[in-house]
């Protein structure tokens, strides 16, 4: 009973914090005058309350939370915050159903970037710096942001740092205190995302524009302020700018950190991860240009190494923007795209699916494999980057992949069973699960999820969850052994 009211105690400390994610938006809507003013005021005066009082109530239970608390931390704080930030899209958005509301702000929690909104060209403007805010709130994670600036927490931040940070190497820190480490992520990306929005209002973008578009970058997470997207510019500058950061936010963050810190972007090529990032996705880049070009999807080369790069990377990335509706290009192009969405991001970064590193463990142990077939006796240590990879962390990994595509494999199972078409519920759950955004059939670039029925948006938005916290954070508290003392 007191571990259950320390986890409601740091619950309601977690939606104070969320509370003040509000202020953004009540700037917004008194710099723009949009009307929207009482209604994000009355959303966070309620998230505060409610947070208030749960943390009031519980203050004597304040205490060190058990690893197995610091999931269920994690995962009722990821469908509770959700919940919380359909408010102020409830208040302003008239007939608007608390299913796609919700739908709507865990794709923004969860940076997917998939929408079920139309109109997004006439939506208050204090609405898009919302669903834009979520994306980059979500991005390094609102419970790392949380252990960043409440270095008192005293409810057991490096659980919670643990269970919310993605990729097999959870225990790597940058320095010896967990608060230390979440507050340097924090701002690297702060700082990298001030360099995303100058840059975009240098090529063309106005600041509104400028600061959704970086927030939705460096997040991954693919909201944009008009129903075309980054199509609506139709801007080859802003299309660079915006694939320089799409790869940033998809390698791992520790890295951008420790370059800044030792003043070498050698360091980046030491990142066995990065490179292999970078290398597949731009040679891809160049592979799909090439291959629409002689299928005459673009008159000339160079048209097809412009949408093909910028679609490519923002689905790769798991970002989710579209300049063109590539769901019109031959179909190998996209399920490469929806491929590389699996595991081209880094562990450490904002982009989901498997992971780069997954992947490369993954395809040495392959080799390994081989290399045992031919020498039985032969002591063959998996190395990526220069360092050992222990064999526990082989064997979770291969757990991992299990689970994960035993995941994609029942939800589309699912979504077929409700009636939706093959590509359209494969590439739906493949665009949920790693985050992505779009997909293909009739959730491509060129619709949205606002036409699956109330059935399909919420098993779309399980996937989204469970592809945020990596399958094993929420899965595992559906065993029996978590629930026994």
């Not at 009307?35 to 205490?63: E, H, N, Q, S």
């Not at 967990?178 to 992520?185: D, G, H, K, P, S």
């Not at 799409?246 to 360091?267: C, G, I, P, Q, Y």
Request: proline letters at 4%.
């Amino acid at each position: 009973m007191q571990r259950a009211m320390t986890v409601v105690h740091a619950l309601g400390l977690m939606l104070v914090v969320f509370s003040f994610a509000y202020l953004m938006p009540v700037a917004a809507s008194l710099l723009y005058g949009d009307g929207t003013l009482i209604d994000f005021l009355l959303a966070m005066v309620w998230t505060l309350a409610i947070g208030f009082v749960m943390w009031f109530l519980t203050r004597r239970y304040k205490g060190e939370l058990s690893v197995r608390h610091g999931y269920l931390l994690v995962v009722t704080m990821w469908t509770m915050m959700p919940a919380f930030a359909t408010l102020p899209l409830l208040l302003v958005i008239k007939d608007l159903s608390f299913t796609d509301a919700y739908f709507e702000t865990m794709s923004g929690l969860t940076t997917t970037g998939a929408t079920v909104l139309t109109g997004l060209d006439n939506l208050p403007p204090a609405i898009n710096i919302w669903r834009h805010e979520l994306n980059w709130l979500g991005g390094m994670g609102i419970i790392v942001l949380a252990v960043a600036i409440l270095p008192l927490l005293g409810i057991g931040g490096r659980q919670l740092f643990k269970a919310e940070t993605p990729g097999p190497m959870k225990d790597a820190t940058l320095t010896p205190r967990i608060t230390e480490t979440a507050r340097n992520l924090w701002l690297v990306y702060l700082g990298i995302t001030i360099a995303c929005i100058l840059s975009l209002k240098v090529v063309g973008m106005n600041w509104l524009d400028a600061i959704c578009h970086a927030f939705a970058a460096m997040g991954l997470g693919g909201f944009s302020t008009h129903d075309a997207s980054v199509g609506y510019f139709n801007s080859p500058a802003i299309e660079f700018v915006l694939i320089v950061f799409m790869l940033l936010a998809a390698m791992n963050f520790a890295t951008h950190f420790l370059v800044w810190r030792e003043k070498s972007l050698k360091l980046y090529l030491r990142d066995a991860e990065a490179v292999a990032t970078v290398t597949l996705i731009l040679a891809s880049c160049l592979g799909i240009a090439l291959f629409l070009w002689w299928r005459g999807a673009y008159p000339s080369f160079w048209t097809a190494l412009r949408h093909a790069s910028f679609n490519l990377v923002s689905m790769a990335t798991d970002c989710g923007f579209s300049s063109v509706d590539f769901n019109q290009w031959p179909m190998f192009a996209p399920m490469w795209m929806l491929f590389l969405s699996c595991i081209a991001a880094s562990s450490g970064s904002t982009g989901g699916g498997i992971k780069m590193v997954r992947t490369l463990i993954l395809f040495k142990q392959a080799g390994r494999e081989f290399i045992k077939l031919l020498h039985p006796a032969a002591v063959n240590p998996m190395k990526i980057g220069g360092s050992v990879v222990p064999n526990n962390i082989v064997f979770a990994v291969l757990g991992f992949i299990f689970l994960y595509f035993m995941t994609v494999a029942t939800l589309t199972f699912v979504l077929l069973i409700s009636g939706l078409d093959f590509i359209s519920a494969f590439s739906a759950i493949i665009a949920c699960i790693n985050n992505a955004g779009p997909g293909l059939g009739v959730v491509g670039p060129a619709s949205n999820f606002g036409v699956l029925s109330d059935f399909q948006t919420w098993i779309c938005t399980i996937a989204m969850l469970v592809g945020r916290l990596e399958i094993f954070t929420i899965l595992i508290l559906f065993t029996p052994h978590f629930w026994r003392r």
